[in-house]
Every structure is written in C-alpha cells, then in structure tokens.
C-alpha cells in the first residue's frame, strides 16, 4: 500500500507542470528581478568589442570591454537579436597613458571603475520593476562594492544613453565584430 502510494504521488509530481522562476531564463535575476554582476565574464564569456571614451569631462571617460554568453553571441549572429536571458556586461575601465616601443602615447585599462550589466528579457516579466525597461534589466556596480546593483532605475540611470540604440534593441553593436556573421 506504502509503495502504491508513493508510486502515485510521484507520478502525479511528475505530471505537473513546472513553474518558470527568473533563474529559469537568467542565473543572473533573483524572483524579485533583482540583478547580480557575473564574475566570471572575463573567463566563461566571450569578448564582443571595446571602446574609448576619452573625453576628459565624460562621465563615461575609461576604456569599456563588453561581454556576453558564447551561446547569446552564436544566436545573435544567426538570428540578428539576442535571445531571451542574453547577459551583457560591459565593464568600464580607467584609462592610462604612457611612452612605450608600440607608440607615444600609448592609451590603456587600468583599475575597474564600473560595470554595467544588461539581461535580455524577451517576455516583460518585470514591467513593474524599475531597473527593467525596453526588453531588458539594468543594472550598475561599482569598484568599491561589486556586489550591490546601485541603479535606481532604467529611466534615470541608462536609458538616455541607449536612446541612440533604440533601432539595435538599446545596443551599440557596431562595435562588437564578435557579433558579426562568420
């Protein structure tokens, strides 16, 4: 009786149907939509480009490398859009300058002094959450506390930048040849 009992509680288990969590597209999104900075990017992501701001009174000044997933690149060059869950991570180095045998001066990333991160989210599953906006979560972390997502909101904190964007889905893709079908 014991072992019917269990046979049949596991199998009606098994016939239900599972609830889809934010991890279950992102293990980067919390249930609530909270975004956390992945610290593996430098080994387990792919590189997609870089650029240099080297305006002195931007903001944004600092070499920025940007990554993302091995997949979200190889579906992106097949399909021209990232997928849903796509991370990107964009982090935002200081910049250095100094003689060398390359060239006078020579310009580089030093010390990390932000990072940005992006999660794809193709289905609006947070459209009450203010770090979620036009297809996808915002987040920023700074150097001196990795761990904490201090964006207020996509409206105040990142969507005037990525207004440009708008036509490549809020990304500046021409600076990432990764992207770029083989």
């Not at 009992?5 to 599972?18: H, K, Q, V």
């Not at 430098?42 to 997933?69: I, M, Q």
């Not at 201090?150 to 708008?166: L, Q, R, T």
């Amino acid at each position: 009786m014991k072992t019917t009992l269990t046979r049949a509680l596991l199998a009606s288990a098994l016939a239900l149907p599972l609830v889809a969590t934010a991890s279950d597209f992102s293990p980067y999104v919390d249930a609530k939509g909270g975004i956390s900075r992945p610290t593996d990017f430098r080994t387990h992501f792919v590189h997609l480009g870089s650029w240099a701001v080297l305006d002195e009174k931007s903001a944004a000044r600092g070499l920025h490398d940007v990554y993302t997933e091995k997949a979200s690149a190889e579906a992106y060059r097949k399909t021209g859009k990232f997928p849903d869950g796509a991370t990107l991570v964009k982090e935002i180095r200081k910049l250095e300058t100094g003689a060398m045998t390359t060239g006078d001066p020579v310009v580089w990333g030093s010390d990390t002094a932000v990072w940005f991160v992006m999660v794809k989210d193709a289905k609006g599953r947070f459209a009450s959450h203010p770090q979620w906006g036009d297809g996808w979560g915002w987040a920023m972390f700074k150097a001196d506390a990795p761990a904490t997502n201090v964006a207020a909101s996509y409206d105040a904190d990142c969507k005037a930048c990525h207004i440009p964007a708008a036509k490549t889905d809020r990304v500046f893709i021409q600076g990432y040849p990764t992207l770029a079908p083989n």
